[in-house]
């Protein structure tokens, strides 16, 4: 069973920064995609960013790409979201997500989720 904890979330002003982190409980993490997700408030859930296995991969929803940065450590076993230039619209519910397909981007790809944690970011 693959848990995954979530970390680093809160509220920030507009154009600041946060760095969001996830652990991956399991012990054939280097064998998963991963990805962050994000749920702002009354709309669904969708795609931010997601990585390969090897981190060799990345792919970002064009509303954040140049501003944030997926990257993983398989020793570790953690993945992690460094948010830059943040904006009030990046307000949401941030989740990471494991999928043991190639598909990084479709939500339905994904298996497991963590609980979220909530970013604020105020103007």
């Known amino acids: 069973q693959v848990q995954l904890a979530e970390s680093g979330g809160g509220s920030v002003q507009a154009g600041g920064s946060l760095r969001l982190s996830c652990t991956h409980s399991?012990?054939?993490?280097?064998?998963?995609?991963m990805g962050w997700f994000r749920q702002p408030p009354g709309k669904e859930r969708e795609f931010a960013a997601g990585?390969?296995?090897?981190?060799?991969?990345?792919y970002y929803a064009d509303s954040v790409k140049g501003r944030f940065t997926i990257s993983r450590d398989n020793v570790k076993n953690t993945v992690s979201l460094q948010m830059n230039s943040l904006k009030p619209e990046d307000t949401a519910v941030y989740y990471c997500?494991?999928?043991?397909?190639?598909?990084?981007?479709?939500?339905?790809?994904?298996?497991?989720w963590g609980q979220g944690t909530q970013v604020t970011v105020s103007s």
């Open positions: 990585i390969n296995w090897n981190g060799a991969q990345t």
């Open positions: 399991g012990r054939t993490f280097s064998s998963y995609s």
């Open positions: 997500a494991a999928s043991l397909t190639s598909t990084i981007t479709g939500i339905g790809a994904y298996a497991y």
